[in-house]
Each structure stands twice: as structure tokens, then as C-alpha cells.
């Protein structure tokens, strides 16, 4: 006859609960040390990348200006480095090296762009490091994709067959509107050291009006809630209210 207090003494094992709890966590533990290495992963992966594609920066027309903004950060120097793509763009390193592409300084070869305009650029790029965008964002999808695995781990164990679904879609809001806030905020900051430095908000405007020209983009099909970038009449609007704020 089965005794009592030994199928007692198994329903009471010290720490089976623990066991359990960790057994159910584990999921989520694994999805967080997985962003963790993804974040590694994305850094390194940068870096080398920025490293064998990229040169620093001589141009005596644009140092003219990028010597214009180290001195109003009262610093001896800006440097500058040329990514070596295409595309037209400009971008922050998560260890503080400011680049534009081969593409956009093309641009700036050719005429299309103004060395005030590529001033403008190198500025926001300025404040996404000072602001600590670069760090946090990490040019590359790499977090977004560690943060999409983990919520949709998290969420499936409560939601399944559409936990992955709702993961999706909230990692795409989240990281839009971060990166849009973000674009604000740079934005402000270039404006306020062209400002400082004598060169003006007005190329930050006259850049944006040709953005979508330069990248052959068109943002009006999208809703602005799930673009990555403000809308250029938006961001023109927001300096425009700067410019009224500091009676410039």
C-alpha cells in the first residue's frame, strides 16, 4: 500500500516552484541574452564595416566649414570620414566618427549640394553622438530584430499563433517613432550650432526641400507614423518655429 507521506514528501521537493518558475522565465532569459549578443554582434560588425570602406575626409572647401563648428564646440577639429556606397546619406558611428557617403559627396562634387548644405548634414550627425543616438540606435537592424525575437518569445507563450504578428508591428511603431524623436532632436542640435557658428538654420531648410530629389524618394505614400524620418515639410516647420523662438 502506497504511503502517504511519501507522495507528500514529493509534492513539497524545496525549490521545485523555483524550478518551475525558472523553467517557465527561460524563454525570455534566452531572447535577453540574445539581444545582448546581437547588440555585441551589431558594434563589431560596424566597426569593421566603417573601417575597411571608409577614408577621412580632405576637402579644403568643406573643411572650411567643418572648421567653422569646431570652433563653435571649441574643439581643434572636426573629422569627417567618406563612406564608400552610394546611397545618399549621412551617419553616426556608435563610437563618435561622423561619415557621409560617397554618394552624397558626389552630390556636393557636382554642384546639386552646397558646402554650407554638407555642413548642415555633418551637424546632425554631431548631435545624434551628442546626444547618444548613435550608441542606442546602431545604424544597423540588428537590435530591432533581437527586440522583435524577444517580445515575440514573450507574447506567444500568452498569445499564440499572433504573438509573433503583434511583435512585429510593435517593434515597427516603436522604432519609427524613436527614430523619428531622434531626427527632431539632431535637428534642433544642428540648428543651434549653425546658428552658433554663423552659417544659419537656412541650409538645414534648403537641404531638406531637395532630400527626396537626391535619394529619389517619395514619403507621401507612407504615413508618417511609420516613417523613420519626419516628413520634410515637418521638420522645415519645426526649425521655422526654432528660428522664431530665437528671433534669427
Known sequence: ???PFVRLAFASVPGRTHIQAMLKFTPILLAILYALAMYRFSVWRTRKELDERST???DPMLK??????????????????????DPVNGLAAP?????ITRGFYRKFQNGEVSADEMGSVIAHEL?????????????DFSGQNALRTAL???????????GVWIANGLTTLLTARMSR?????????????????????APQKSLFRKLEALTNKRGGAVPAWLMSHPKTEER?????????KWGT
Open 152 to 162: 515575440a518569445m514573450l507574447l506567444s507563450r500568452f498569445l499564440p499563433g499572433i
Open 56 to 58: 577621412e575626409l580632405a
Open 64 to 85: 572650411a566649414v567643418t572648421d567653422r563648428l569646431a570652433a563653435a564646440l571649441d574643439l581643434p577639429r572636426i573629422r569627417v570620414h567618406i563612406y564608400e556606397i
Open 181 to 201: 524623436s531622434d531626427e527632431y532632436e539632431a535637428d534642433e542640435y544642428a540648428a543651434a550650432l549653425l546658428t552658433k557658428a554663423g552659417i544659419g538654420v
Open 127 to 139: 548631435g545624434h553622438v551628442a546626444l547618444g543616438h548613435a550608441r542606442r540606435r546602431m545604424i
Open 95 to 99: 563610437d563618435g566618427r561622423i561619415f
Open 1 to 3: 500500500m502506497p504511503q
Open 236 to 244: 522645415i516647420a519645426a526649425l521655422e518655429r526654432l528660428e522664431a
